[in-house]
């Protein structure tokens, strides 16, 4: 089940590694207690057993990928260096390697002239963003959707900036009526837009948001932890292409290499429009030191210790699969929104499920028909476990009862939530499982309901 081919290429590249440092006095290397060290190893492996097969594409749960395995060998080589990214000094390499990687990112939002740099993941790329914003509208509240990932109210505490959540439409997406009103009461200093919310992957409306902006002033940071490189994909439905097609006019955007990038955790990216921000960082150095080509990460990061071998991991699975419309990476993208959508669409033509609203992405969310919301909300929880019997890993997740409004016909509403299932198909091979997911999931569904596994299609 897991590849063991690509080591020989792990072997070859230490060899060339290894030559760089040829000229050093020699250094004795046996390992001490060789066989101790097999041992605890093994323990290590036996104990790695217990998690679910996040590398496989019957795992359909939560947001979890494999890395690429280029990305894998490129880190695992990294650490027979083992840099460290917060100084040219200890990560000579790995610096420019991080430059050249986020500046790629950056180009696919087409930002030439920008400040950014990798962290430790979306929160801490998410908090920079936050805490730049909150310098540069000292006092102002920061608004982010009901959906926003929670870590927005959290960062918000921690930099004790205030903070409010805008309502929700039944798409999931900011309510601009709320935002519209909110905005008019003033105050506001930083509009935080999800591209792609982590519960059902949808995108707040950014071009209206941009309008508003230009009315009321404010500024915007785009929370693409998730959903940034859907900005390379082709199959996007009109509005969130739309919203797509103007991520490069917000003010900051996080996007996090560690979920939809094919990197091992540890690899978020904050990236600034205005490199002057970088004044906020490090308040005696004068502006252009940072938009000069030989900035100093550590000078520009609120984090000090950060792994080079993320960056080498980065630049290498981004040399293998340029971050480019219509190529490899991107089909890749393509086929998880496509599984979304087959999957999506064989859930709404069968009567014993209820779905909320098409994927803008490549999460789906979906309940079974029932005769309340409570009761609706155990059988989401019996199924999860029942697919999972079946070796079908799918997510739950909590979401308002105003998503699956038009779809409710005679059903109790005894909750103001519901409990459904969701899956995440952000592996591109979910595109060719989608049958099989779906067997599982029928037949799981149909083990907790009673009943055959055929069924009439929706009276929709
Ligand atoms: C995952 C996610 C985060 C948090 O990122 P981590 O890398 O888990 O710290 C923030 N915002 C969104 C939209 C996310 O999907």
């Not at 500024?219 to 859907?230: C, L, N, P, Q």
């Not at 091992?264 to 308040?283: E, I, S």
């Not at 999460?363 to 070796?391: P, Y």
Request: glycine share 10%; charged share 20%.
């Amino acid at each position: 089940m897991l590849d063991q081919k690509s080591l020989s290429a792990l072997n070859k590249a230490l060899k060339k590694l290894d030559q760089g440092f040829g000229h050093l006095p020699p250094l004795e290397h046996g390992v001490a207690g060789m066989d101790r060290l097999a041992e605890v190893l093994g323990t290590t492996a036996e104990r790695l057993k217990d998690n679910y097969p996040y590398f496989h594409p019957l795992y359909a749960g939560q947001m979890l990928k494999p890395p690429h395995p280029v990305a894998r060998l490129a880190y695992t080589l990294a650490m027979w260096i083992n840099p460290n990214n917060h100084a040219l000094d200890g990560g000579r390499a790995t610096s420019v390697m991080e430059k050249e990687a986020v500046t790629e990112i950056a180009s696919m939002f087409g930002w030439k002239n920008f400040l950014g740099h990798l962290c430790g993941g979306g929160t801490m790329a998410n908090l920079e963003a936050l805490w730049v914003a909150g310098q540069l509208h000292p006092g102002k509240t920061i608004l982010a959707s009901e959906q926003a990932h929670y870590t927005h109210g959290r960062i918000s505490g921690v930099l004790q900036v205030p903070f409010e959540s805008v309502p929700t439409d039944k798409l999931g997406r900011m309510n601009l009526g709320a935002l519209a009103s909110r905005l008019e009461r003033g105050d506001v200093g930083t509009v935080v837009a999800s591209m792609g919310t982590t519960a059902t992957g949808s995108v707040d409306p950014l071009r209206e948001i941009l309008a508003l902006q230009s009315k009321f002033g404010f500024r915007i940071h785009v929370d693409a932890a998730y959903g940034g490189y859907f900005v390379l994909t082709e199959n996007l439905a009109e509005e969130a292409k739309q919203a797509f097609a103007r991520i490069g006019e917000a003010d900051s955007i996080v996007i996090d290499p560690h979920k939809h990038g094919l990197q091992p955790y540890g690899c978020g990216c904050v990236l600034f429009r205005d490199p002057g921000v970088g004044r906020l960082y490090k308040h005696d150095s004068p502006y252009t030191y940072f938009s000069s080509a030989e900035l100093h990460l550590g000078e520009i990061s609120l984090e000090c210790s950060r792994p080079g071998a993320a960056a080498a991991a980065l630049w290498a699975t981004q040399k293998l699969l340029p971050l480019v419309k219509g190529g490899e990476f991107a089909r890749g993208l393509e086929c998880g929104r496509t599984a979304a959508m087959a999957l999506f669409e064989k859930l709404r033509a069968d009567s014993r499920f209820l779905t909320a609203f098409a994927p803008e992405l490549d999460i789906l969310v979906f309940a079974t028909r029932g005769a309340s919301m409570s009761q609706v909300s155990a059988l989401s929880r019996r199924i999860f476990k029942a697919a999972a019997q079946r070796d079908l890993h799918l997510a739950v997740a909590e979401l308002p009862v105003h998503f699956w409004e038009e779809n409710l016909r005679g059903m109790n509403r005894d909750r103001e939530t519901l409990t459904c299932l969701r899956s995440v198909l952000m592996k591109p091979e979910h595109l060719d499982w989608v049958e099989q997911i779906w067997a599982l999931l029928s037949a799981s569904t149909a083990e907790i309901l009673g009943g055959g596994t055929s069924h009439a299609a929706n009276p929709v």
